[in-house]
């Protein structure tokens, strides 16, 4: 691209936006090469609660008051609890909606804390089983460990959650010259 230049620009309106061109250019450097503004307000801490331009009260509040009124009445209307608690209808469906997925979220986490083993599957148990017998006298690699398994028709899908559930410790040892990862029962 060629540099328009003052000869090139014939009519007084082309002179015009040369001239105009020509400072918003030299603007524009000057703006680059100057030091970078400091930024005028405090930069909020990631503790302090958001407050609106307007000085209104932070945003998590209000959902916070609706949300300890329904779980005080939670057969009171969302229009009883946005006019007791001074929040918007809106405000008050939000916090409903929280509190019925926080209860969906405890319920889900408290049936998995009440699987027993009576209701693992069969598979698994066998596997535990197996486990158990193949480290009850001491570490073993596992490679030997992996052999015996296929031998035995143990998933070795099973064979991975049951060594979750025992808590089966990982560890490498020098075996007969080779290092190898060994498993072993804790304690």
């Known amino acids: 691209m060629s540099k328009i230049t003052r000869q ?12 105009e061109y020509t400072a918003f250019c030299k603007q524009r450097a000057s703006r680059s090469q100057s030091k970078p503004r400091r930024a005028t307000r405090r930069k909020r801490q990631k503790s302090e609660p958001r407050v609106k331009a307007n000085g209104a009260e932070p945003t998590e509040l209000p959902r916070e008051r609706a949300r300890a009124a329904l ?26 909606n929280e509190l019925a997925a926080e209860a969906r979220e405890q319920a889900r986490k408290r049936k998995s804390y009440e699987k027993s083993k009576a209701t693992m599957p069969e598979r698994r148990q066998r596997a535990e089983r197996f486990l158990r017998d193949a480290l ?3 570490p073993q690699r596992v490679s030997d460990i992996e052999e015996q398994t296929e031998k035995a028709h ?11 559930d025992l808590g089966v410790v990982t560890s490498r040892a020098n075996a007969g ?3 190898a990862v060994q498993w072993s029962l804790p304690g």
């Open 8 to 19: 090139d620009a014939r009519t007084p309106g082309e002179r015009m936006l040369l001239n």
């Open 71 to 96: 779980k005080a009445n939670p057969d009171a209307t969302l229009t009883a609890v946005a006019k007791a608690t001074g929040v918007s209808h809106g405000t008050a469906i939000n916090a409903r």
């Open 136 to 138: 009850a006298h001491g």
């Open 154 to 164: 143990v998933d070795l899908t099973a064979l991975t959650q049951a060594r979750g």
């Open 177 to 179: 010259g080779v290092r």
